[in-house]
């Protein structure tokens, strides 16, 4: 949302160094990767509202605090900690969706929720932009902290427990209460179901995952190269406007509306074929669903995506027709959610005992790449231009489209059989 501000904030800061202006976008990125490795755990005891809206009030502070930041120093700080506030939802979302929906429905309630960390930085610039012209910069964050603190009185009021063993704990507790009778317990009780050695088992899982599962490897490098070119994009996409259209900054914010077209569609679409296929093809399996089902949504992702960077990158570098350039940046964000929704997908049906484990490690390794990607965006713009710069990253997600749909249909059931976390142990 302050990507088109970052020369305001620059005149503002007196930051002149492009790699610490990029750091104050990115680092927000951080913060959304590593907050699920604490927040999991807590969920796992104390349920998914409380994380929520704790969650959510941690970041209002300190998103609020980013808007009175006086130094770039002071502003990566509170970007890194409202961004480990705002994880929240990715902390508990995947588990959530498992909690309320079965595999054939689950893919259009993920494609709501995959939504939303895409639509945003799209539309979020726009609104950005229109508020540093007409305010300034710091109105940017003070206008979120105001519509998220709404949000939170919204949650106190309508936010119900989700999480099967806290709902039984509670209703255990209630009967011992009740009865006096302190035997009653659930499977989920006991003395080594403690915040502490959750935290601990929580922390070492996902680096136990990425190392051990290779399935969550291949998932893991897919959707972490997407997400570092998806935000690549994003937050150089104002310079082409600003610099080589010569748009000013509000006019230039309003082409995030292709990318929103591009992400609402794919949304939609997605998410109604993602059920489909995966009930078509459980039916022809004598009515047995597998996880591999979901494979066959990130085909038409995996072409997308390559093609929207084609034509986004040369017809940017051609000073072509404004529309061009917005058409191959729809196309690319339609690709980009499609294979979110199916990878996403993907994870929940293979590990659905440990899936809150599983969408942290792919949430820290994404994260770490929509981080680092940004950072040498100008440079390899600077060096190579927008269409041989975008057609580096259109090669590098055409590899990864190719390769990861074939393993993960052709060996994904044999690597889950050989899992001691994976559906069919």
């Not at 300190?62 to 002071?74: D, I, Y």
């Not at 429905?105 to 929720?113: E, V």
């Not at 910069?137 to 099967?164: H, K, N, Q």
């Not at 489909?276 to 591999?292: A, D, H, M």
Request: with cysteine.
């Amino acid at each position: 949302m302050i990507s088109p501000a970052v020369d305001a904030i620059a005149a503002d800061l007196h930051e002149s160094s492009a790699i610490n202006l990029e750091l104050t976008l990115s680092i927000f990125l951080l913060g959304l990767g590593f907050g699920p490795l604490l927040l999991s755990p807590i969920s796992e005891i104390h349920g998914r509202p409380v994380v929520l809206l704790i969650g959510n009030l941690f970041f209002v502070v300190w998103n609020t605090a980013s808007g009175f930041a006086q130094t770039a120093g002071q502003l990566m700080a509170f970007r890194l900690l409202a961004g480990f506030g705002a994880s929240a939802p990715l902390a508990i979302g995947g588990g959530l969706l498992s909690d309320l929906w079965e595999p054939e429905r689950r893919g259009q309630a993920m494609a709501i929720y995959t939504s939303g960390p895409l639509v945003g930085p799209a539309l979020g610039p726009i609104i950005g932009a229109y508020i540093a012209q007409y305010t300034t910069w710091r109105w940017i964050f003070w206008v979120v902290s105001i519509a998220s603190g709404c949000f939170i009185v919204v949650a106190l009021l309508f936010l119900d427990e989700t999480y099967p063993p806290k709902l039984l704990s509670d209703k255990a507790r209630r009967l011992r209460k009740q009865t006096g009778n302190l035997a009653l317990h659930t499977q989920y009780e006991g003395p080594d179901r403690t915040l502490v050695k959750l935290l601990k088992l929580n922390l070492i899982r996902p680096v136990r995952m990425l190392s051990t599962q290779v399935i969550i490897q291949i998932l893991s490098a897919f959707m972490s190269t997407l997400y570092g070119i998806m935000y690549l994009v994003l937050f150089t996409f104002p310079l082409l406007w600003t610099n080589r259209y010569h748009e000013s900054v509000s006019t230039g914010s309003l082409n995030y509306i292709s990318t929103g077209i591009g992400f609402v569609v794919g949304t939609q679409v997605a998410g109604r074929f993602n059920d489909q296929i995966y009930k078509r093809l459980r039916t022809r399996n004598n009515g047995v669903g597998i996880p591999e089902f979901r494979v066959p949504l990130l085909i038409p992702g995996s072409i997308a995506i390559p093609i929207g960077l084609f034509w986004y990158g040369w017809t940017g570098q051609a000073h072509a027709h404004w529309i061009l350039p917005n058409i191959g940046a729809a196309i690319f964000c339609f690709g980009v959610i499609t294979c979110f929704q199916a990878l996403q997908s993907y994870t929940i049906d293979a590990y659905p005992r440990y899936a809150a484990s599983a969408i942290s490690t792919l949430n820290v390794t994404r994260s770490l790449t929509g981080f680092g990607f940004p950072l040498f965006a100008p440079y390899m713009y600077d060096a190579l231009g927008y269409g041989w710069g975008n057609s580096v990253l259109a090669f590098a997600a055409l590899a990864f489209g190719i390769i990861g749909p074939l393993v993960l249909w052709k060996y994904g059931a044999h690597l889950r059989a050989r899992s001691t976390y994976a559906a069919g142990e």
